[in-house]
């Protein structure tokens, strides 16, 4: 009999670690139909979903419409009474901030807004130069709406600055027609997101009325609200623009601490200093984080219900912070199997990037939103290797992008493929692979990462070259921000301690900005640094060296797609292992505890684990319990 109690959980983990796919309304609703598709939802193992108002909708069932949200209250009671849990999704559709264009409806002031540069020693007079007239003097002449930010020398000509509303949408919900496979659809105004009293404007619209209809629900069966990639200019449709807002250079200066005025006009060249676009890309984010994510993250808070959704960006670890459940998106292919992209590209970065903000920011959850836009050529095989990716990096809430409401016409080709009911492997493969997700991002959530290297990296600047060379040799490892680095970490001993984590190495594989370069030059003495270079076997041999002794498996292959994430929770060290190669591979696997090893297929039962080599197939997902509590050993070489 085995010694190894496996928790009861594993086998029926809890229903709030379902998966919970966007569940698109892209059509005229009925609830007989909700119910059908919510029975067929259970009945594969799905108990939530993402409520999300998608283009095809009739327009008498307009963003925010009481005949709208009659059909969400109605699938939200039906989720109840089921057991379900809900997400509720905040635009329609996105970029999210415009309430559709509701908040500039309410308020032209609201409208998007943006930098312009314009050379007035080679504008012609009475001509249009980037939206702003020229007068017959050649000097500008500007209308209620546009706002002079500077007048600036460079490179010895003059040049306006200037702010004004730019020519910017974001999807709308409905068709202008449909008599093609992608046909127009309505392109409601953006929003001004660097304007405090336009995102108030927005949360006023949007969660303040989800609120007053659905109060009952908060916390409970609702349980987050999704915010979707919002752009600070939204979807523009001109060029040349740079994100701005009516006191832009007052909030610059300020926040840089210098008069960033004669940097102004260098913004347009691609050959100017990167310190200045760098300067001026921290602290316009930082206005964007203080208008937009701030003030959506307190409204949450005080509302007993997690902000959730992603950046626009996948290395955006500054926005992340403001997240009750950091999350990221892979889409358009943008990581595929066995590609170069599953490693390499600020792409790759993503689900460590979201999973480490989840450790750090003492956060329960991660997401990740997946499969949107891979076009109806994606396969089963493909949806399950992007979910094991994920999850290998830990990732613990997987939103299958999407399941479809209806996939009449045109609907069928909108971001494809639909990933639920109306897949060909709905009936075949779904259920269990609905399980196999349920229970690791169970094993994911509540665990403690057996992780003892950091990669240093910053907002917008992830580096991957090392972190790729970790993955290929089963050396886990969680990014670390460089503003964590300064403001949340202590050094105890050679470690560096955050959040629970104990790191004994730090990888360094980015410039970094001067405080953070001033905190390794200060405990360069103390802190086992690991400086990446082109060598990577070296430095990988470097950091093997430092990695401490500790109990557990020995887990060794010649195979460079072996990913190995290990894990203890329930009393147990948990391995999860991923084989993200298409070819087979062989592992060798040492127990140093002397105790027993259980073997779990996540897609069938357990078995006891025998010998010493494993044999995984191209892209095969096990995990392993091992019952190590006595004894030392090195995890790694």
């Known amino acids: 009999?085995?010694?190894?109690?496996?928790?009861s959980e594993w086998s029926a983990p809890p229903t709030e670690f379902s998966l919970a796919p966007f569940w698109f309304w892209n059509d005229e609703l009925t609830e007989a139909e909700l119910m059908r598709q919510l029975d067929e939802f259970q009945s594969h193992g799905v108990d939530a979903f993402v409520l999300h108002p998608r283009v095809g909708l009739p327009r008498h069932m307009g963003w925010m419409s009481q005949a709208l949200l009659e059909k969400m209250h109605f699938a939200i009671k039906q989720a109840e009474q089921r057991g379900m849990w809900v997400i509720l999704y905040?635009?329609?559709?996105?970029?999210?901030?415009?309430?559709?264009?509701?908040?500039?409806?309410?308020n032209p002031d609201y409208h998007c807004r943006g930098l312009v540069r314009i050379n007035l020693d080679t504008a012609q007079p009475e001509s249009m130069q980037s939206g702003v007239r020229i007068d017959a003097n050649g000097e500008i002449t500007l209308t209620d709406e546009q706002t002079l930010v500077a007048?600036?020398?460079?490179?010895?000509?003059?040049y306006a600055i200037v702010d004004r509303p730019v020519d910017s949408v974001i999807r709308g919900l409905h068709f202008e027609h449909e008599d093609t496979d992608e046909p127009p659809e309505d392109n409601p105004p953006a929003t001004d997101l660097l304007n405090p009293d336009a995102v108030a404007c927005f949360i006023r619209l949007v969660y303040e009325r989800y609120f007053q209809e659905f109060k009952p629900y908060f916390g409970t069966t609702i349980r987050a609200i999704f915010t979707d990639e919002p752009m600070l200019l939204g979807r523009p449709r001109e060029s040349d623009i740079l994100p701005g807002t009516r006191d832009i250079l007052d909030h610059v200066n300020a926040y840089l601490g210098y008069d960033f005025t004669p940097n102004l006009p260098a913004l347009w060249e691609v050959d100017a200093p990167q310190t200045i676009h760098e300067a001026y890309e921290r602290a316009v984010e930082a206005r964007f984080e203080a208008t937009y994510y701030t003030q959506l993250y307190a409204w949450c808070a005080a509302h007993q219900i997690a902000l959730t959704g992603h950046p626009a960006e996948p290395d955006a670890t500054r926005h992340l912070r403001y997240f009750h459940i950091p999350g990221q998106d892979i889409v358009w292919r943008q990581v595929e199997p066995d590609h170069v992209s599953a490693l390499e590209g600020?792409?790759?970065?993503?689900?460590?990037?979201?999973?480490?903000?989840?450790?750090?920011g003492i956060r329960r959850r991660n997401a990740n939103e997946f499969c949107g836009a891979f076009g109806h050529e994606l396969t089963f095989e493909e949806m399950r290797w992007l979910a094991n990716w994920l999850l290998i990096r830990g990732c613990?809430?997987?939103?299958?992008?999407a399941f479809y409401y209806s996939v009449r016409g045109s609907r069928k080709h909108e971001r494809p493929p639909d990933v639920g009911l109306h897949s060909a492997w709905w009936d075949t493969h779904f259920t269990a692979f609905a399980r196999a997700c349920r229970r690791l991002c169970w094993l994911n959530t509540d665990s403690q990462p057996v992780c003892h290297v950091a990669i240093l990296g910053a907002h917008h600047q992830l580096p991957f070259r090392a972190a790729k060379a970790c993955f290929q040799n089963q050396i886990d490892f969680h990014y670390l921000d460089a503003d964590d680095l300064l403001n949340n970490t202590q050094v105890v001993g050679d470690e560096i301690h955050i959040a629970g984590q104990h790191y004994p190495i730090l990888i360094v594989d980015s410039d970094l900005h001067q405080e953070a370069q001033s905190w390794l030059d200060t405990h360069s003495s103390s802190v086992n640094i690991v400086y990446w270079t082109e060598e990577a076997g070296a430095c990988i041999e470097k950091a093997r060296q430092l990695l401490p002794r500790q109990q557990g498996l020995r887990i060794e292959t010649d195979s460079n797609g072996l990913r190995v994430r290990h894990v203890q929770k329930a009393g147990l060290?948990?391995?999860?292992?991923?084989?993200?190669?298409?070819?087979?591979?062989?592992?060798?696997?040492?127990?140093?505890?002397n105790g027993e090893i259980i073997?779990?297929?996540?897609?069938?039962?357990?078995?006891?684990?025998?010998?010493?080599?494993?044999?995984?197939?191209?892209?095969?997902?096990?995990?392993?319990?091992?019952d190590s509590l006595n004894g030392e050993a090195d995890f790694h070489d």
């Not at 007048?151 to 003059?158: A, P, T």
């Not at 600020?346 to 450790?359: E, F, H, I, L, Y």
């Not at 292992?577 to 696997?589: D, G, H, K, Q, Y």
């Open 573 to 593: 060290d948990w391995y999860i292992l991923f084989n993200e190669a298409s070819a087979p591979c062989e592992v060798t696997i040492s127990n140093y505890g």
């Open 90 to 106: 905040d635009e329609g559709m996105y970029p999210s901030g415009s309430a559709s264009g509701q908040v500039v409806a309410e």
């Open 599 to 626: 073997m779990l297929d996540p897609y069938s039962e357990s078995t006891p684990f025998t010998g010493n080599k494993l044999q995984l197939e191209g892209h095969e997902c096990r995990v392993l319990i091992a």
């Open 1 to 7: 009999m085995s010694n190894v109690s496996i928790p």
């Open 151 to 158: 007048e600036v020398s460079y490179k010895g000509q003059r």
């Open 396 to 401: 613990n809430l997987l939103i299958p992008h």
């Open 346 to 360: 600020r792409q790759s970065t993503q689900a460590k990037a979201a999973a480490s903000m989840m450790v750090h």
